[in-house]
């Protein structure tokens, strides 16, 4: 069993590897093979939650461990010298993280055999996204500190040509401040990783969380938290350590944005789940009220910042800094219901935000554009698949009940109700309050963007032809196959009443089947619906069902914070 | 039994996800703007049959529910403290059933239903007014080809408000509470072609959420301090009185916006840019009605905080008189209806807020009969006492309440259901003079009574009831409330209940001059400008702008289609006679027993008083509004006394102007800091870089600088 989790690394590095053969040099081949080894890797994965699933005691001496501890682990000797080891394992604080990353770089894969993004060079795209697959997981699934960090950095340098290469017309400065921030708050991890080797003398992450921080002094445990927290924070993003995410979004391809936003964010907060608060709980309380002061701010910030967006991409990319404030408020608590929030938002952030740059980037794709100005509204009539799932998306996003989104923001309002024990309730039932009018403010800028952009009539800016022409294989395949639908939308669309949308669509569809629009735009391709749908069942499966996902975590955390856990 | 229940609500749930997805599948083309005509009228027939059919089957089982002689579990002690509700003669018992527990780490979350007398009585209301929209819907939205999507949307709505009936945990209440907003967002914004109407639809959604974070907030409150966020254990909790305090002034939040309540009224007019069958379900009958219900729920508690009630009866009693001034002045028929909605849901407020009293007062309202029991001092509610098992700690209030009386929420709900239908009824109505008229706007209606006979019988039964006049349901349910609150007691209640009885006289005026202008006086042809033209004031803020008058539909001819009368017909049964039937459901014995006389004439009087008034002025021209009588309050009456432009400029300018300030400062301080501690490094670079000049000279002059330097340390530390 514990070799499943070394083939969870494994597999997406051999298939890199395996991608320098010249027999991938046929165009396409190297994006279905990417999909076929992504698609391994999930299978793999729900494998894993199946061993997950077996009663405690079950699945052989790999297992073990308390109720809530580590699986399926994996330990193997890697630098004897330093005493460093392979350690991997999972658990309910790992284990959804897990899953989410298999599952976003499997429908990356998908979205990618049909849609690829303008720059060309599909097998180092494909390659470097399975690079960036090993690194992800890698760093969800690592139980010694150094591999972690190790993990962690490996992340960086893909993410780096993802934006450098495939990006838009901004991509080498954003690509460049990307990796410099990222770097530098990974050399400040570094040091704090290191200050708790010091302290500790071992790097095992099983054996530190036991210790609860044991045997470290507070003034050290301090120093470490301030700076593994930043390290992390850089990563998350906290305010006001954020202003690389809205450039590396924005200038991010697709595929990049939604694994950007999906996954690379949460390795920040997974870092305080796994390593901040349980190995340095005195540190953790000592600087918790200033976690929790900076992640409201950072939710009424981000939010404020998305009011006065025009860019759709920018201003998904700020939601974000809101929407991890709320992980990031969780966390503070120091409670196991702050913890199982921030490790629902984090999932549900991920499937959510996936989505959601999903779709803007569908619409940059048919539109050429993701301003809002130069959208002009109307794409529930244009695209009314597209509109629909963008508005199903932004009410996920805004945290209604009985979608995935509600119930992060839920739990961690309700721990900042009644923090742990020594912290200041006054303070945290402020930014209960603050938090609670940042909900108000998320909903406001999310309904703001959908009545600008699918509600009204579409007025075609002056230069869209052109522009729906020239953007992307679907633009172009539409002009060739959608000739009448073209004219009978543009001829309708010059007009600018109310029916010009109708008229567009009932024109477009006699020849061109699926491909059924005005000017050129295409409603959602069926590439693109099934790279979509899975995201779309499982926010409304963890909205309707959050047992589901609190279920796996709850025992974690409660090992985290529980009286003094077994030492086996 | 408690399937029953879930089936109530899953039934209508099923239903929308299946108009929603199914609908169209097989009708034609994938693709929501490609199909023809044919095809998008058979999505249209399939949505409507599994709409209709999930309405009709969720309102059988209610039926079915409502006639059993009592629900399973006994009531008593162990279910509901502080003794059984005024519903218990209706519907003993109660069932209640928890799917499973999800633990938070915190306190868990059980996924609980409950029905009890008052979840049934309310869960009528909502499943026959769905019904009766759904029906009309289909006549009403004949042609339209979103139509899958509207019908799907009321069906999630339906669901989501029978949710929150049935509840059984907090949480879950909040679930459905939420999910009714962003319906109502969903279809106030239905005809999203149009601006306007997009803006009112997010106006309304955050309003509502506004208060609906209080509302998360109470239930924190309440669920930290009872350990459990189930309602029953809530109820039961022993907690302090300032904790009570707290937590039902934050429920109170949730209630101002859900309920169109001062100051959160604001979203309501605007909603009726939505299409009028949902003005009816939404606006009128079930989503705001979802505040006064909670409160009715948590009821006890609210006793238990007294400052709480006197809060609810300030703004009940600002509410109701504001609000059918503004009713008054308006032009647009719907925006009528809706100010005299936030004024009828003011009067269930200032119900509630009234409490409950001893039965001193209150005797020729409440029959007494079989209600006779002793009360211990300590419990403090509700008339089934004489079992004297009841056990009841810590929250009752500090008056001693006992004999069979009506309380607060009795009066309330009564209020609730006869106005829920001669609402819904009259915006149906609307919905039939809109159609035809092709306008919202009165100045261009009139004479329409001999063009729409049935709609003018059936809206002057709706106009009556509202106006509180004999025999329709209004009259006994306003009575009801009045009493209640003329016999309650506490600091604000004199203004509560001379604000009521004013209103009374202001209902009657505006009521009888909707009448008026729509059904008597000369026909106006289309398109002929207003008499009246008020001077339009400037409308730059985008929230709060609506648009009056968007015809929904062009007038075809003569009386509305068939599936449009029929719910009128049924809505205006109980509009007319659910008074007569309240005392069975109440438990109070014979037919007119539950009425005080007395204040009943003093109301009936104030009533005529207002609507002779505006009858003698429309007599003497009946081409010029009545609304004239206002003199220059008139404009100020229409604009709804400025609350929006006041928002306007204190909250929503601000805001926008500080997310500008906010994405300047990102760039320019946050970032800017970034971006110069990249400059300054690549400055400082410079700095050393101009030591690599690739002079020898000053290579080997600074190497032979390093020796020297060394060698005098290494001689000054040998030494």
């Keep these: 069993m514990g070799r499943l989790l070394i083939a969870l690394v494994a597999v997406p590095l051999l298939g890199a590897a395996a991608l320098t053969m010249p027999a991938f040099r046929t165009r396409g081949r190297a994006v279905a093979f990417g999909t076929a080894v992504s698609g391994l890797v999930l299978a793999l994965t729900?494998?894993?939650?199946?061993?997950?699933?077996?009663?405690?005691?079950?699945?052989?001496?790999?297992?073990?461990?308390?109720?809530?501890?580590?699986?399926?682990?994996?330990?193997?000797?890697?630098?004897?010298?330093?005493?460093?080891?392979?350690?991997?394992?999972?658990?309910?604080i790992s284990l959804p993280l897990v899953v989410l990353t298999a599952l976003l770089t499997f429908l990356c894969f998908v979205h990618l055999t049909r849609h690829p993004p303008a720059g060309g060079r599909q097998r180092a795209l494909v390659c470097t996204l399975l690079v960036l697959e090993v690194g992800m997981i890698g760093t969800f699934l690592a139980l010694d500190l150094l591999l972690f960090f190790v993990f962690f950095e490996v992340v960086l340098v893909p993410m780096y040509f993802v934006i450098?290469?495939?990006?838009?017309t901004e991509r080498r400065a954003a690509a460049v401040k990307f990796i410099l921030y990222t770097l530098l708050g990974s050399a400040v991890l570094l040091i704090?990783?290191?200050?708790?080797?010091?302290?500790?003398?071992?790097?095992?992450?099983?054996?530190?969380?036991?210790?609860?921080?044991?045997?470290?002094?507070?003034?050290?445990?301090?120093?470490?938290?301030?700076?593994?927290?930043?390290?992390?924070?850089v990563k998350t993003p906290m305010w006001p350590l954020h202003t690389w995410l809205p450039d590396a979004h924005t200038e991010a391809p697709t595929v990049g944005s939604v694994l950007l936003a999906g996954v690379l964010l949460k390795m920040g907060s997974y870092g305080f789940a796994r390593v901040a608060i349980p190995m340095l709980p005195e540190g953790a309380a000592a600087l918790a009220p200033w976690l929790g002061a900076l992640a409201v701010v950072g939710i009424i910030y981000g939010s404020l910042?998305?009011?006065?967006?025009?860019?759709?991409?920018?201003?998904?990319?700020?939601?974000?800094?809101?929407?991890?404030?709320?992980v990031l408020l969780g966390f503070a608590t120091l409670t196991p219901v702050g913890m199982n929030a921030a490790l629902f938002g984090n999932v549900a952030h991920g499937l959510i935000t996936g989505l959601l740059f999903f779709l803007v980037g569908a619409v940059k794709e048919r539109y050429g554009t993701a301003d809002m100005a130069r959208l002009g509204g109307g794409m529930l009539g244009r695209m009314p698949h597209l509109g629909s799932l963008l508005t199903f998306a932004c009410i996920a996003s805004l945290g209604l009940p009985g979608l995935a989104g509600f119930w992060g923001e839920m739990l961690a309002l309700?721990?900042?109700?009644?923090?742990?024990?020594?912290?200041?309730?006054?303070?945290?039932?402020?930014?209960?309050?603050?938090?609670?009018?940042?909900?108000?403010?998320?909903?406001?800028?999310?309904?703001?963007?959908?009545?600008?952009?699918?509600?009204?009539?579409?007025?075609?800016a002056p230069s869209e032809p052109e522009a729906a022409a020239g953007h992307g294989v679907v633009g172009a395949r539409a002009v060739e196959q959608g000739v009448p639908a073209r004219t009978a939308g543009e001829a309708a669309g010059i007009g600018g009443d109310e029916r010009a949308g109708d008229a567009g669509e009932i024109g477009g569809t006699g020849e061109t089947g699926q491909v059924g629009g005005t000017g050129g735009a295409v409603d959602v391709t069926a590439r693109e619906w099934a790279a979509w749908v899975p995201l779309v069942v499982l926010i409304v499966l963890l909205g309707l069902w959050p047992k589901t996902l609190l279920a796996v975590t709850t025992p974690a955390v409660q090992a985290v914070f529980g009286p003094g856990m077994v030492v086996p | 039994m408690i399937a029953i229940v879930a089936l109530i609500i899953l039934l209508p749930f099923a239903a929308a996800v299946a108009?929603?997805?199914?609908?169209?599948?097989?009708?034609?083309r994938r693709g929501g703007g490609s199909r023809t005509e044919s095809s998008g009228a058979a999505a249209g027939r399939r949505a409507a049959w599994f709409a209709i059919t999930a309405a009709a089957a969720s309102a059988v089982l209610t039926l079915w529910l409502a006639l059993r002689p009592a629900l399973d579990l006994p009531t008593g002690a162990a279910s509901r403290p502080g003794g059984a509700g005024f519903w218990d003669s209706f519907l003993p018992g109660r069932v209640e059933g928890a799917l499973t527990l999800i633990e938070t780490g915190s306190l868990p979350i059980s996924v609980s239903l409950r029905g009890d007398g008052l979840s049934v009585l309310t869960g009528i209301l909502v499943v026959m007014v769905a019904l009766a929209v759904q029906v009309y819907s289909v006549g009403y939205m004949r042609g339209e080809p979103r139509y899958p999507s509207y019908s799907a949307f009321i069906g999630l709505f339906t669901s989501a408000m029978l949710l929150v009936v049935y509840a059984g945990d907090l949480i879950v209440l909040y679930v459905g509470w939420e999910i009714m907003g962003i319906c109502s967002y969903l279809l106030i914004g239905h005809w999203w072609e149009d601006r306007a109407n997009s803006r009112a639809a997010v106006k309304a959604f955050l309003v509502t959420r506004l208060g609906d974070?209080?509302?998360?907030?109470?239930?924190?409150?309440?669920?930290?301090?009872?350990?459990?966020?189930?309602?029953?254990?809530?109820?039961?909790?022993?907690?302090?009185?300032?904790?009570?305090?707290?937590?039902?002034?934050?429920?109170?939040?949730?209630?101002?916006?859900?309920?169109?309540?001062?100051?959160?009224?604001?979203?309501?007019?605007d909603a009726m840019a939505g299409p009028t069958p949902i003005s009816a379900l939404i606006h009128a009958a079930t989503m705001v009605a979802a505040g006064v219900f909670v409160v009715a729920r948590l009821y006890p508690l609210f006793l238990g905080a007294r400052p709480t009630l006197d809060v609810l009866a300030v703004i009940a009693a600002i509410g109701m008189l504001g609000a059918a001034l503004a009713a008054l002045a308006q032009d647009d028929l719907k925006r009528v209806l809706a100010y005299s909605t936030i004024s009828q849901l003011a009067y269930m407020a200032g119900a509630l807020a009234a409490g409950v009293r001893g039965a001193a007062g209150l005797a020729g309202l409440s029959g007494l009969s079989g209600l006779s029991g002793l009360s211990g001092p300590d419990v403090p509610y509700g008339p089934d006492l004489s079992e004297g098992d009841v056990v009841f700690g810590g929250i009752g209030p500090p008056g001693v309440h006992g004999l069979g009386e009506v309380g607060g929420d009795e009066a309330a709900i009564f209020h609730l259901l006869s106005h829920g239908a001669f609402k819904a009824l009259l915006f149906l109505c609307a919905g039939a003079v809109i159609h035809h008229a092709g306008s919202n706007l009165m100045s261009r209606m009139g004479g329409l009574r001999t063009a729409l006979p049935v709609t003018f019988w059936t809206m002057t039964i709706g106009f009556a009831a509202l106006m509180g006049l004999p025999p329709a349901s209004g009259f006994f349910s306003k009575n009801a409330v009045i009493s209640v609150i003329e016999d309650s007691d506490g600091v604000v209640q004199p203004f509560l209940y001379g604000s009521a009885l004013l209103t009374v006289g202001v209902t009657g005026a505006y009521a009888t001059r909707a009448w008026l202008r729509t059904f008597f006086g000369p026909a106006q042809p289309r398109g002929e400008p207003q008499p009246e033209p008020l001077p339009e004031e400037p409308r730059e803020e985008p929230l709060t702008e609506v648009l009056p008058g968007t015809a929904a539909h062009v007038s075809d001819g003569r009386e509305a289609p068939r599936s449009m009368l029929w719910p009128i017909g049924v809505l205006a049964v109980p509009a007319l006679l659910l008074g007569f039937?309240?005392?069975?459901?109440?438990?109070?014995?014979?037919?007119?027993?539950?009425?005080?006389?007395?204040?009943?004439?003093?109301d009936l009087v104030v009533a005529l008083l207002g609507a002779g008034i505006v009858y003698a002025l429309w007599r003497g021209d009946p081409v010029r509004d009545p609304a004239r009588l206002l003199g220059p309050f008139r404009v100020p009456c229409e604009r709804a006394f400025y609350v929006d432009t006041v928002y306007a400029a204190l909250v929503a300018r601000p805001m926008l102007r500080l997310a500008r300030g906010v994405v300047r400062a990102d760039e320019r301080v946050i970032d800017g800091a970034v971006r110069g501690s990249g400059r300054a490094a690549i400055g400082l670079s410079g700095v050393v870089r101009l030591v690599q000049n690739g002079n020898a000279q000053l290579y080997v002059t600074g190497l032979v600088a390093g020796l020297l330097l060394i060698a005098v340390a290494a001689a000054v530390v040998l030494a």
């Design chain 1, 46 to 92: 729900l494998a894993a939650v199946a061993a997950f699933a077996l009663p405690y005691g079950q699945d052989g001496p790999t297992g073990g461990g308390p109720d809530g501890g580590m699986r399926l682990q994996t330990d193997l000797p890697w630098i004897p010298g330093l005493d460093l080891r392979f350690h991997l394992g999972v658990d309910g």
């Design chain 1, 164 to 168: 450098a290469l495939w990006g838009g």
């Design chain 1, 192 to 233: 704090g990783l290191l200050v708790v080797w010091a302290q500790a003398g071992t790097l095992d992450m099983v054996a530190l969380a036991e210790r609860r921080g044991a045997g470290m002094p507070r003034s050290a445990q301090i120093l470490a938290f301030l700076a593994i927290g930043a390290g992390l924070a």
């Design chain 1, 305 to 326: 910042a998305c009011l006065a967006q025009r860019d759709i991409k920018r201003m998904i990319a700020y939601s974000s800094v809101g929407h991890m404030g709320f």
């Design chain 1, 414 to 460: 309700l721990g900042a109700f009644r923090p742990a024990a020594g912290l200041p309730r006054p303070l945290f039932l402020v930014f209960m309050a603050v938090g609670g009018a940042g909900t108000v403010l998320t909903a406001a800028y999310f309904l703001r963007l959908l009545s600008r952009v699918t509600h009204g009539v579409h007025r075609a």
């Design chain 2, 19 to 28: 108009g929603l997805l199914g609908a169209k599948v097989g009708t034609g």
């Design chain 2, 213 to 269: 974070v209080g509302f998360l907030f109470g239930i924190f409150t309440l669920g930290m301090a009872a350990g459990s966020f189930r309602i029953d254990d809530v109820l039961r909790a022993d907690i302090p009185t300032g904790t009570l305090i707290a937590a039902t002034l934050l429920l109170l939040m949730g209630v101002a916006g859900k309920s169109a309540q001062v100051p959160l009224q604001t979203w309501l007019p």
């Design chain 2, 581 to 602: 039937t309240w005392p069975w459901v109440a438990g109070r014995g014979v037919m007119g027993s539950g009425v005080g006389w007395g204040s009943a004439m003093i």
